[in-house]
Structures are given as C-alpha cells and as structure tokens.
C-alpha cells in the first residue's frame, strides 16, 4: 500500500515554532510529526510513501533518509510550495486506485498529529499547546524505548536526572538526557524535550521546554513555550528574545557562555539575592511585548 504525506511549508500564526527547522521536524513528546505519521502509516499496512516538501527539504532528507528504518521506502519530492490538499492527489495519484489507501488517509497534510484531526497544530500557539497535551499520553507507547512512568502521570526517557529534592507533578514528560536540579518544581502540564538542564529552584508548569535549552536557576516558566533563548506566551502569543543567558539559553551556546564566567558568576549572585525584582522585570518585558 501507499500513502501521500504533505510537509507543512509556512504557518505564520506559529512562525516562532520554524526558527531553526521546518515544522514537520517539531519535536513533540520526544519525536517529531514527520516520525509520528511514518509509524502510524506502518501500522496502517502503507510499504511506500511518498513525502512532499518545500521547506528545508535537505532536513527532511537528512532525517528521513529511505525510509528504512521504519520498514517503508519512502521517496522525498520537493515542490516550490505547498500543494492543496485536493491538487496532490491530482498530480500524483495517478495509479491504479488499489495501491493507495483509501480517502481521507490516501493523501494527508501533517498539520495534526495521527487520530487527532480535532487539534490542529499550526493555527495558533495555544492550538498547538493543546495538541501537545492531548497527544502526550497516546506517545507514550510500547515503541518507545526506554520510556517509562515514574510516577503517576510523569514518563521519562533514558538518562534522565532527577535531584531527589525535585517535585514532579503530572502529566508532565521528560526527554531524554533531561537533568533537573534541586528543589525544582516540574509540572502539572510540562513537557522538557530531549537535553533540558533545569537549574536549582526553577518552577515549570504548562509548558514547552525545546531541546537542548537551559532554564536557569530560580526562573519560573508559566503558560509558555521556551527554546532556547525565545520565549513565548502561548495564551497571548507574545514572543520575546530572552537576553539573559541566566535566564534561559540554548546548551549550544556553551562557549560563550563559559568565556563570561566571571561577570555571570556575580550577577547568578545577585539574581538570588533579588528574585523578585529580576522576575518582576521579566513580566514587565512580557507585558510590553503583549501591548
């Protein structure tokens, strides 16, 4: 059997999401969609696949490859911009009928993630909030290797660190290589992608943390989708470039954030001795971006 998948090429209401890679390669719950879909096409008894992109498709290639990890062979074809749904079949359904799944899984846009068409993923931050955590418990599967449940309603992947002081509270899943510190709090509704430090007395509740991203100590993440150095308040839509990499930064950064150890040494001081004026500022830039 085949099937027809459409990488989602610009969404502007979620631009933030695509800095760094196109949106079929988000991580979500410790994969990304494009993984998602393939394993579900598996499922579906689909051998072949053919993948339309027009974003960044040296990414897609790069991931993918022929699809033989997932026991498909499947074929990347780049298109200039995204098809229309209605117009992709046209172009490339053109054999015979009972190779192909039958409509509506014969061609299918990644804008959702497999089984949850009433979430869509790109129309709004929010949106896309909601479909992370209606998702988490159906990702969390057999497949997974080296995933487990902690605790009630808290999975964990391979070498994750958990400070015996830390509060996990579910749902809430934590990624691969994922480090938490002492007396931090995790949860409810907190998603820390693969590679996440969380520093000493750090608060992370309904929100997204992306891979390979510090929260510094005694940072609050609330209602938020963090990676990196952006942060962005998925109630408001409101995104800010956090210049602190105290605060929240990119673990690739690494270099230059040793080369400053001094000056960041004396001001992580001064930032524990005045939490609330630096959090008290951190809202108030927030609160600017949203005006």
Request: hydrophobic content about 40%.
């Amino acid at each position: 059997m085949r099937a027809l998948l459409i990488c989602p090429a610009e969404r502007p209401e979620v631009v933030n999401l695509a800095q760094t890679m196109p949106l079929g390669l988000v991580p979500l719950v410790g994969k990304n969609i494009l993984e998602y879909w393939l394993e579900h096409l598996v499922t579906k008894g689909v051998g072949e696949v053919t993948l339309l992109v027009s974003d960044r498709p040296d990414q897609i290639k790069a991931f993918v490859g022929n699809g033989g990890r997932w026991g498909l062979n499947v074929e990347v074809v780049v298109e200039p911009w995204e098809l229309p749904l209605h117009f992709a079949r046209t172009k490339y359904l053109t054999n015979s009928k009972d190779e192909w799944l039958e409509e509506p899984d014969d061609v299918i846009v990644m804008d959702y993630v497999p089984g949850l068409a009433q979430y869509p993923l790109f129309k709004s931050y929010a949106g896309w909030f909601a479909a992370l955590q209606a998702w988490m418990p159906h990702a969390v599967t057999m497949n997974r290797i080296g995933v487990h449940e902690i605790k009630p309603g808290v999975w964990a992947g391979r070498r994750v660190r958990v400070s015996p002081t830390a509060y996990l509270e579910g749902p809430c899943f934590l990624g691969e290589g994922v480090t938490i510190g002492p007396l931090t709090t995790i949860g409810p509704m907190a998603v820390l992608e693969d590679h996440v430090v969380v520093e000493a007395g750090s608060e992370i509740s309904h929100s997204f943390i992306g891979p390979d991203t510090m929260v510094g100590k005694l940072t609050e993440v609330k209602n938020s989708l963090a990676w990196g150095s952006t942060l962005i308040n998925w109630k408001t839509n409101s995104c800010v470039t956090v210049p602190d990499p105290i605060l929240l930064c990119a673990l690739n950064g690494k270099s230059s954030r040793a080369r400053s150890t001094g000056w960041l040494r004396q001001l992580s001081s001064l930032y524990s001795k005045n939490k609330e004026d630096f959090q008290g500022l951190w809202k108030h830039l927030l609160m600017n971006k949203e005006g």
